[in-house]
Every structure is written in C-alpha cells, then in structure tokens.
C-alpha cells in the first residue's frame, strides 16, 4: 500500500477534499514488561510501522471513520454530539473515544472530520495498535482543530481512552512511546513520575528482530486485569509493613525481607517479577549507555524467564519463539514484548546472521505450533506527527 493508493481510496469513499495525512508507530517494549502500572520503568521505543490517518474536516458535526484494514465494516458514522462506546462498532471505538476525552477535557473540535485509517501493524500482535490508532486521531485532531495541546496531556487522554473508554486497564507506556517517540532511541520511562530519559540505540553489528507470533490476543479478555488485581493486592499487602506507593518503589532485597507479608502464592510471584523486572530496567539503560550488549541481552533472556514462570503470562507460542531464537548462533537475547497471551517477541541478533535466524526459527516454531510466525526487522521511529513532502510506507 502507498500514500497515493491510500488517496484514491479515500476519495472514492468521501469525495475529492483537502487532505491531510498523519502517521502514528507502533511500539515495541525493549524491557520492562508489567512494571508501568506497578510504579516501575519501562524502555519502549516506537517502531516504523504504525497507523496512517487521511483525514478532511466538514461543515456539519457528522464523523465518518473507514478502515482499509476491515472494509468489511464500511463507513462507520457518529456525530460528534454523541460519541458513545458501541461494541457493533468495533476498532472505530478508539479513534471515537479519542474524540470524546478531548471534547471532555474542553477543547474545541468545531467541526465533523472524514477519515481513512490504515495500519500495518499487524493485528493482535501486541504491538499496540490501539494506541497507534489512538495518538494518530489526536495529532490529527490538534493540528486540523488548532488545538496545542501538550503532548504528554495527549498520551494521558489516549490512556483514559483505554481505561475508562474501552474498559482495559492499562498502563501509560504504549501511548507514550508513541507519542513522544525519537528514531534511533529507546525511552527510559519513569511511570510514576512520566520523568524519561531518552536512550540511543547503538546496536553496531546487531539487529533488533520483531517475531510475531500469529496467534491473536484480545488484551480486555485475557488475563491481564487479573495480573493487575495481583499486583495491586500484593502492594496492599506490603503496604500495611512498608512505606510504599507501588511495587516499583522496592529494592529487590528489600522485596526479599518484606514479601512474606503477602498473603498468596501467586501475588508473591507476581510482585517477584514487578519488583525483579524493574530493577532489571534500570540497570539495562546503563549497559546500553556502557555499549553493552551482551549485558542487555541477559537482561532480556531474565526478563523472559520471569514473565513465563513467576508472571505466567508467556504460553506456548512465545515460549516456543523465545527458546528457539537462544538455540541460534548470533543470538545475544530474546524474550516475549508487550502484554502476553500471543503477541511478539523480540531477539537480538548478529546482523550477517539474521537471515539465517529467521529460517530457523520459523521451521522450528512451525514445527511445534504447526503455522508459521512472522519474522522482521525492528527500526525505532519517530512518534506521532503530520506528515508532510515525499511520504513511503515502511
């Protein structure tokens, strides 16, 4: 698919406008994975692939959303006087509550919009296409409503789209990653604080793998709300013994001397990995900065064995991803990326050997789960923008 392809299409659907384009990447999570919303860091970085958004305003207050990705659903109508969540509605909910927290917030959107939307991100991939979808409605909401707004204030609407609008209760980082993304860099991520550091990455002869596993998630159906009651009821727990305001707060020592206070087996294990993956976090930003990679990559081969046994978050597919890229020679780390329960996981690889790994790999993956993942290079990108000039999707 190409920008003018994406034109013709969107005046075969609303007629020959004025349009703008915008653009919002995915993200990947390079470590820190359920930490955001115990309190700890996180180190996203935006990808090259994301959400592309053509978009033209109206007269009236009439929005009319349209999918390349689900032409099946047609064009999707609203007005802008009442933006409510409808589960007939599907993927059209998260441009439409974008518009319902701005308009809550008090901003002016004075008119209707039509809009074309087109991802390639692949879906279920846990790459965080709803939030792509979410930021690319802002940026695009702020440039074509005048409307300046700051934006962290954006990221923070984006993630009260996805608590109190879609109901997942979710953490701040895939909408920050993507709207304050950098090309070449990774974001250390303070969540308690939205304090951040930006990190080059300087991978030398290495190249950041995405495998996706092709098994599709519905991340407000899975575990992950359970995974957070754990935690939070851990914290509770802890809180009566410590003074504390969140699981990133704690030392693994100190987690060590205070964690017989939580009452269950599986909240001890659960608070291990937020507690152990945080501080795996921290120290990773420092080998980066240090140009350690082999010191990264054993992070990220912990981080996965804390995510599939104490976190319980990993299943077959990833572990079979994950275990078969650390059997390949060139390999200095591997682990699942993003919520779990499907999705990707991500590996570091020898550049001169990456082909090779993804041949591999896939036989391997395909022999055990008996279709074959998706293997490609990862590249940091920038966050969301209007795009402008000479555009190629990536």
Not at 191 to 208: G, I, M, V
Not at 286 to 303: I, V
Request: hydrophobic share 35%; charged share 25%; glycine share 10%.
């Amino acid at each position: 698919m190409q920008v003018n392809d994406l034109k013709k299409a969107f005046t075969q659907k609303f007629g020959d406008k004025d349009i703008q384009l915008f653009f919002a990447p995915g993200r990947i999570n390079l470590i820190g994975e359920h930490t955001d919303y115990n309190g700890g860091y996180v180190f996203p970085c935006a990808i090259t692939k994301g959400t592309y958004a053509l978009a033209a305003g109206r007269s009236d207050r009439k929005v009319r959303l349209y999918s390349e990705n689900m032409p099946e659903s047609g064009i999707i109508e609203m007005s802008l006087d009442s933006l409510e969540y409808e589960e007939d509605d599907g993927w059209a909910n998260y441009p439409k509550g974008m518009m319902y927290k701005l308009l809550e917030a008090g901003w002016d959107i004075s008119g209707g919009i039509d809009v074309l939307y087109y991802g390639n991100i692949p879906n279920g991939a846990g790459l965080s296409s709803s939030a792509s979808i979410e930021l690319v409605t802002g940026v695009m909401l702020e440039y074509l409503f005048n409307l300046e707004i700051d934006r962290v204030e954006l990221v923070k609407l984006g993630q009260k789209v996805e608590n109190e609008f879609i109901g997942v209760n979710s953490g701040i980082m895939d909408q920050f990653a993507i709207g304050m993304g950098k090309a070449d860099h990774g974001i250390l991520l303070d969540c308690q604080t939205l304090l951040y550091e930006y990190a080059p990455l300087h991978l030398k002869n290495y190249t950041l793998m995405i495998m996706n596993t092709n098994k599709e998630r519905t991340l407000a159906s899975s575990k992950y709300n359970d995974r957070r009651r754990e935690c939070e009821s851990a914290l509770e727990n802890l809180k009566q013994y410590a003074d504390i305001e969140a699981l990133g707060s704690l030392e693994p020592n100190e987690f060590e001397e205070w964690k017989r206070h939580i009452k269950g087996e599986a909240e001890i294990r659960r608070a291990r990995h937020a507690v152990y993956e945080n501080h795996r976090t921290k120290k990773s930003l420092k080998r980066l900065k240090d140009g350690d990679l082999d010191g990264f990559g054993e992070l990220m081969n912990a981080s996965h064995v804390s995510l599939r046994d104490d976190y319980e978050v990993t299943g077959a597919e990833l572990d079979t991803l994950v275990e078969a890229a650390w059997e390949q020679d060139g390999v200095i780390g591997a682990r699942m990326t993003g919520a779990g329960f499907g999705g990707c996981a991500i590996a570091l690889v020898e550049t001169k050997k990456a082909d090779i790994f993804r041949d591999h790999v896939a036989k391997q993956y395909e022999a055990v789960i008996g279709y074959a993942p998706a293997i490609y290079e990862a590249k940091a990108g920038d966050g969301a923008k209007r795009l402008q000039g000479e555009v190629v999707i990536q």
